[in-house]
């Protein structure tokens, strides 16, 4: 888990989990020091969420599309969410979501002024940006029960 200070992004480990895939620890390592920190923010972001979200199960961590991926492989119970930096904004890091599912447009709805968004595939952050943790947490946790949620309408109707 990390520690936020108040009023800044900045973070303090508080217990750091392994990159066992190899190839998902070279991507981190080829990212720039500053954004590899922010990035793996984001990755433990996404394991402390599902370890504390009902129905998610164990996360599979590889590579989509050669980023860094997590998967619940376990139950199905969600839709992929992958984090990555990209040399063409060097200033800007992102958390995604497939585009054909309407995460991006719930994230929207519940939150219009919390992130920027880009498209309907992700959530994006500047350099210097303060994250809102608590809605970013959410915003995983809905990701990581997609599926779940679905089949739970469905049995409902």
Request: with cysteine; charged share 30%.
């Amino acid at each position: 888990m990390w520690k936020v200070l108040p009023g800044r992004w900045r973070l303090y480990k508080v217990k750091d989990r392994q990159i066992t895939n190899p190839e998902v620890a070279a991507v981190f390592d080829s990212y720039p020091q500053e954004m590899r920190e922010k990035l793996l923010f984001l990755r433990q972001l996404i394991f402390d969420t599902a370890a504390v979200t009902e129905g998610v199960g164990e996360l599979d961590e590889t590579l989509k599309w050669g980023e860094p991926s997590y998967l619940t492989p376990q139950t199905k119970s969600g839709s992929t969410v992958r984090v990555a930096w990209k040399k063409s904004n060097e200033d800007q890091y992102a958390m995604y979501f497939k585009c054909t599912t309407n995460l991006v447009e719930t994230f929207r709805e519940k939150y219009p002024t919390q992130f920027t968004y880009g498209g309907n595939r992700s959530i994006l952050f500047n350099e210097d940006d303060e994250i809102p943790v608590e809605e970013l947490r959410d915003c995983i946790a809905l990701a990581l029960t997609y599926h779940l949620r679905k089949k739970l309408r469905k049995r409902k109707k």
